[in-house]
């Protein structure tokens, strides 16, 4: 078990660029959660996945952000036309629910991807 | 919406003293969880403690213990024996059971020195 990881852990990209990120979750965990943090702020809820399955979008993840997780492994998070405010940590998180059970899971969180946009 | 506050910023301690992180919540739920966790410099985050709502005992691990006042929706965290180890930052995070969401609703976080 080598935990959570992200990659890149540090991108620089000029305005209006596209980047992608990638999360690969602990093995065999069935949940990935994304979350972006801001200097000074705790981590703020993007999405998740059950599996493939893109099971919440907060209200923070405008038209320009995309996750997806294709095969229930590893994530991608896309951020397109990407802008100053876009400037932050991106953080990804991983558990294992089993079905038919509150989810009494620990999130497991990876090193996180901190984008930069001059 | 569930909100979590941790009112102190940041906070110091001497090695090998106690020192007790405070949190309050929001929530209209009376089923949820509520975590400690840890982030230390450039590093990534790391649960520190977990507690289950349903459950009066608070919970403890090893040097780190919470005290869960429910009906206040205070929870707190203490450091026993504080090491140099201990500095970080530590985030209050909330999880509620009902509607199908399982984000962490975390707080802004508290900055903790540790002086040798």
């Known amino acids: 078990d080598t935990g959570v990881s992200q990659n890149p852990r540090h991108k620089i990209t000029k305005r209006g660029q596209n980047v992608t990120f990638r999360c690969d979750p602990i093995?065999?965990?069935?949940?990935l959660y994304w979350y972006r943090q801001t200097l000074g702020q705790g981590p703020e809820f993007l999405t998740y996945?059950?599996?493939?399955?893109?099971?919440?979008k907060s209200r923070l993840l405008s038209d320009r952000f995309s996750a997806e997780r294709p095969k229930g492994s590893f994530s991608t998070l896309e951020i397109q036309r990407t802008e100053q405010g876009d400037s932050a940590m991106y953080l990804c998180?991983?558990?294992?629910?089993?079905?038919?059970?509150?989810?009494?899971?620990?999130?497991?969180f990876g090193p996180g991807t901190r984008l930069t946009v001059l | 919406a569930q909100t979590v506050t941790q009112s102190q910023p940041e906070m110091s301690v001497q090695e090998a003293e106690t020192v007790t992180l405070s949190c309050t919540y929001d929530?209209?739920?009376?089923?949820?969880?509520l975590f400690w966790y840890k982030q230390p410099p450039s590093r990534q985050m790391i649960l520190v403690i977990r507690?289950?709502?349903?459950?009066?005992q608070n919970a403890t691990e090893n040097r780190f213990s919470v005290n869960f006042q429910k009906a206040a929706k205070s929870f707190s965290l203490k450091i026993s024996d504080s090491q140099l180890g201990d500095a970080a930052m530590y985030f209050c995070?909330?999880?509620?059971?009902?509607?199908?969401?399982?984000?962490?609703?975390f707080g802004k976080g508290m900055k903790l020195t540790v002086n040798p």
């Open positions: 998180a991983s558990s294992l629910v089993y079905r038919g059970q509150y989810s009494t899971d620990t999130q497991y």
């Open positions: 093995s065999e965990h069935n949940r």
């Open positions: 996945f059950q599996n493939e399955a893109q099971l919440e």
């Open positions: 929530t209209s739920e009376s089923d949820y969880y």
């Open positions: 507690q289950e709502a349903y459950k009066q």
């Open positions: 995070a909330y999880r509620g059971t009902q509607g199908g969401s399982e984000k962490l609703v």
